[in-house]
């Protein structure tokens, strides 16, 4: 005998959550192309507190290393 299960379908839940992120997405890039302020600034105009040299290692097994220790995240 076949139990029918009423629970809804977990493929479907992640479908939603794809296309509001997808449409997030879209809505951002179309603010930045109006002049939104949310726009990303040209690189020429950044200036960063924190820059120079770094201790970094991006390893060709995909591995980030940062002085000395694996970045797990």
Same mark, same amino acid.
């Given at each position: 005998m076949d139990k029918q299960h009423?629970?809804?379908n977990p493929t479907k839940k992640v479908a939603i959550a794809d296309n509001k992120n997808l449409? /997030?997405?879209a809505q951002y890039i179309? /603010?930045?192309q109006s002049g939104h302020k949310r726009s990303i600034p040209p690189l020429d105009q950044w200036h960063p507190k924190h820059c120079g040299a770094m201790d970094l290692k991006v390893l060709a097994n995909g591995e980030w290393?940062?002085?000395g220790q694996l970045i797990k995240r």
């Open positions: 009423n629970s809804a449409t /997030d997405i179309k /603010d930045g290393w940062h002085e």
